[in-house]
C-alpha cells in the first residue's frame, strides 16, 4: 500500500470502471466512453485531496486498488464547482431532457452539470466522505479493511468527527463489509443505504 503517484490516473480510473456497475462489478460494458465514472467518482479527489489516497499496488506496481476521501464534503464540494466541474461541463455537454430515457452515459453527463450535493445534517454529523475500489484478484484478501481503517485514522488526526459512504442496494458485498466493519446505516435513498461512522 503506498501513496498516490503522478503516473496512477489511467490505472485508477480502470479500477472505478471495472467495479463500478451496482453491484461493484465490470462496468465496461456499460458506457461508451470509459473515463465518465472516473470523473465523476475518481478524478475530483486525486487532483483536491491527494493526500487522502491509499493505492494498493501489485509486483509490478500498478495500482488494483485504492481508497479516496473528502475530509470536508461541503467544502469539498464547493472546491468541485471552481476547480472540477467546469473544464468537464466544456468537454461534455448537457443531455436534452427531452431525449430521456438518458442512456448511462448521458446520466453521467447530466450528473456533471448537476451534481449530486450532500445533505447538510448529514455532513454535519459525518462530515468526511469516502470511495473504495479493488480490483477482484485483490478483493476478500482484507485489503478494503486496510484501507478503510487507513482513511478512518488518516481523517481522524485531521480532525474529523465521522465519515459516510453511499453503497447501492444491490451491491450486497460492500453492504455486508461496511456492516462488518461496524459502519450503521444512518438513511436509505432511492436505490441504496447511507453509511456512516463517528469517530
Ligand atoms: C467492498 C470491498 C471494498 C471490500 O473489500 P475486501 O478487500 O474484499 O474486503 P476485506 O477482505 O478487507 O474484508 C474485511 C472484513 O470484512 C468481511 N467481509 C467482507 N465482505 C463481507 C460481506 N459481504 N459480509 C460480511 N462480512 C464481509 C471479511 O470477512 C473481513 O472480515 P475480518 O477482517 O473480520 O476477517 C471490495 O470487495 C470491493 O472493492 N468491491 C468492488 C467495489 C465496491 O463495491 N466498492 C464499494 C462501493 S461503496
Redesign the pocket.
Known amino acids: 500500500m503506498r501513496g498516490l503517484r503522478a503516473d496512477d490516473t489511467t490505472a485508477l480510473y480502470d479500477i472505478s470502471l471495472k467495479?463500478g456497475d451496482a453491484?461493484?462489478?465490470d462496468a465496461s460494458s456499460l458506457y461508451d466512453d470509459p473515463e465518465l465514472l472516473g470523473h465523476l467518482w475518481l478524478g475530483a479527489y486525486l487532483a483536491l485531496e491527494p493526500e487522502l489516497v491509499r493505492v494498493v499496488e501489485d509486483e509490478s506496481g500498478l495500482p488494483v486498488?485504492f481508497v479516496v476521501a473528502a475530509l470536508d464534503t461541503v467544502r469539498f464540494e464547493q472546491l468541485c464547482e471552481t476547480e472540477w466541474w467546469p473544464s468537464l461541463r466544456e468537454r461534455y455537454r448537457r443531455p436534452h431532457a427531452s431525449a430521456q430515457p438518458w442512456s448511462l452515459d448521458e446520466q453521467a453527463m447530466a450528473a456533471i452539470h448537476r451534481p449530486e450535493r450532500t445533505e447538510i445534517l448529514l455532513a454535519r454529523q459525518y462530515p468526511s466522505h469516502l470511495?473504495?475500489?479493488?480490483?477482484?484478484e485483490?478483493?476478500?484478501?482484507?485489503?478494503?479493511?486496510?484501507?478503510?481503517e487507513w482513511v478512518c485514522e488518516e481523517l481522524a488526526l485531521r480532525g474529523s468527527d465521522g465519515v459516510h459512504?453511499?453503497?447501492?442496494e444491490g451491491?450486497?458485498?460492500?453492504?455486508?463489509?461496511?456492516?462488518?466493519?461496524g459502519f450503521t446505516e444512518v438513511h436509505g435513498f432511492e436505490g441504496g443505504v447511507v453509511f456512516g461512522c463517528r469517530f
Not at 131 to 136: E, I, N, Y
Open positions: 467495479t453491484a461493484g462489478g486498488g470511495h473504495v475500489a479493488l480490483l477482484p485483490v478483493q476478500g484478501l482484507g485489503w478494503g479493511r486496510t484501507l478503510i459512504l453511499g453503497v447501492d451491491n450486497h458485498r460492500a453492504i455486508g463489509f461496511y456492516r462488518h466493519l
